[in-house]
RNA sequence: GGCGCCAUGGCCAAGUGGUAAGGCAGAGGCCUGCAAAGCCUUUAUUCCCCGGUUCGAAUCCGGGUGGCGCCUCCA
């Protein structure tokens, strides 16, 4: 099976084929960091995520690049807004990044530069593009004139005159035409500056990341991605300067994601209709925000809502349910029953194979969580005759099955633990005010109880275990006991 | 106004011309002292509407209708 990806760039899937196989260099836009992630940036970090993991586990070479924008327009006006250097705010909303981003699951990029770090290669590019008369200065600000650059609109799919038609953008004089754009701006008194050839400034928004990708990765790259809200202006802009600087293709493959809307529109900041990771989390686990984000295809626009997340905590637990019972199951030192064989084997082969397909169809989330659900009947089947009959499972069952959830979770960044998981999910935040050694000597008493037959008591005791905050579950293998909800 | 995307059961959702994955919710059954968890069965002759291409279309083409996005900072 090939990997087919969609290229924004042709409208089309496309098969796979990076520059220099077995490696691949991958370049997606982060964030500007003036403020705190909301679930939209979320969902952009997760989707990259998950596509670096499964290029990885298909055998490729990733470098996976992610930058920080840390010198914008935005981060000037914020900090002036709350009297904080400039520097110390994009500081702070770096490292808040990486903390939310890191609770979902988000893998670091192996490469994480900084727009500040790289001044010098944005210079020479601007200079470059200025030698090649492609570019403009007019008292300090440099502009990249659109007009000289054949291909521009071909990402976005709209023409130059088009534009100019519709251009509602405040016009600004000194540009040649209204849709140039500025490559470097000069820096007003006490704003962030760095001397170049046309006086103190600082870059423009689109520059960084033509410097940044050809600094690291080089040009062409195989793999660009970002939101949608990206496509236009600033990955066309990026094209125009790298394509016209470079006088070389820039991107093979150009890939994005769709929003994050919240009854059914875009979760933005300019519509206040926007959710912190962080606001999320603290109603949701992360593992369900992740499983929310990844329950439909990356490029389709996905619905927040209570609903939604609660609906994938739903889901996400059928894993755990499984997970707990596998653990909790004695395992038995004899080789794999028919059925227990007949079990695994449908894992690494038609699941496998199935899940396999749908990543390799455009990183088909969506479709190869489903096919992992197709997994729980059997295997819970298994455990479920092996609790009628009173025995354990092979441990060699035990072991597949785990190998398995680690494999396959991996790829989407679940189950890092294997069957692991299950308990700890279950007994995630208890404990430690004696509360949980409490409800334990209860349920065994309990336990007691229930061989006597004094039903009454054993269901009065539940209601106890209940207020201290536990649902009791009557396993084989004894009580179990589960955090209640909302408790 | 220009360009583009999307419309699949009560809800979410996959579906790359060959006869509708998966999940949630619901119903019935099994298991259980009762539960919980779990298992089994069940819910779209049909994919917004109308035409067309084709032996065959949810999938391709044309036209409608509805929703959304970009065109200004935005993941």
Not at 22 to 34: E, L, N, Q, S, W
């Amino acid at each position: 099976m090939t990997l087919r990806v969609y290229n924004t760039l042709s409208g089309k899937k496309e098969e796979f084929h990076p520059l220099s196989p077995p490696k691949v260099g991958i370049y997606a836009c982060g964030v500007t960091v003036y403020d705190y992630c909301h679930i939209g940036h979320a969902r952009a970090a997760v989707a990259f995520d998950v596509i670096a993991r499964y290029l990885r586990f298909s055998g490729y070479d990733v470098t996976y690049v992610r930058n920080y924008t840390d010198i914008d327009d935005k981060i000037i006006n914020r900090s002036n807004e709350q009297g904080v250097d400039w520097k110390d705010l994009a500081r702070t909303f770096i490292e808040a990044h990486d903390t939310d981003m890191g609770a979902l699951g988000v893998q670091r990029a192996d490469v994480e530069p900084r727009a500040t770090d790289y001044i010098d290669q944005i210079i020479g590019i601007v200079k470059t593009l200025e030698e090649k008369g492609v570019a403009y200065e007019v008292d300090g600000d440099v502009y990249f004139e659109v007009e000289k650059f054949d291909g521009y609109g071909k990402l976005s799919k709209r023409n130059i005159e088009e534009m100019q038609a519709g251009a509602r953008i405040d016009v600004d004089e000194r540009k040649r035409n209204p849709i140039d754009f500025a490559l470097w701006k000069s820096s007003k008194q006490g704003e962030p500056a760095w001397d170049s050839p046309w006086g103190k400034g600082r870059p423009g928004w689109h520059i960084e990341c033509s410097a940044m990708s050809a600094a690291i990765l080089g040009q062409p790259l195989d793999i660009h991605g970002g939101g949608k809200d990206l496509i236009f202006p600033h990955h066309e802009n990026e094209i125009a300067q790298s394509e016209a600087a470079g006088d070389r293709e820039f991107v093979r493959y150009w890939m994005h994601n769709g929003f994050v809307n919240i009854d059914s529109e875009k979760m933005s900041k300019s519509l206040g209709n926007f959710f912190t990771i962080r606001e999320v989390l603290e109603k949701y686990r992360p593992e369900v925000v992740r499983f929310f984000l990844l329950s439909t295809h990356y490029r389709s626009p996905l619905d927040f809502s209570d609903r939604a997340l609660t609906e994938a905590e739903t889901r996400y637990e059928r894993f755990m349910n499984l997970f707990a019972r596998a653990a909790r199951a004695e395992p038995q030192d004899r080789d794999l029953t028919e059925k227990e064989r007949a079990s695994t084997s449908v894992l690494t082969g038609e699941i496998e194979t199935h899940f396999r397909a749908a990543m390799d169809d455009d990183f088909n989330t969506a479709a190869a969580i489903g096919h992992l659900f197709t997994a729980l009947g059997p295997l819970n089947a298994i455990l479920d005759s092996a609790d009628a009959e009173g025995r354990g499972v092979a441990a060699g069952w035990k072991k597949e099955v785990d190998a398995f959830f680690r494999k396959v979770g991996g790829v989407i960044g679940f189950f890092e633990g294997g069957i692991a998981d299950g308990e700890a999910w279950f007994s995630a935040g208890v404990g430690g005010d004696g509360t949980l050694e409490k409800a334990r000597a209860m349920a065994l008493e309990r336990v007691e109880a229930r061989k006597n037959k004094d039903w009454a008591k054993a269901d009065e005791l539940r209601d106890e275990i209940g207020e201290l905050g536990y649902a009791v579950q009557d396993t084989p293998q004894g009580p179990v006991l589960i955090p209640l909800k909302d408790a």
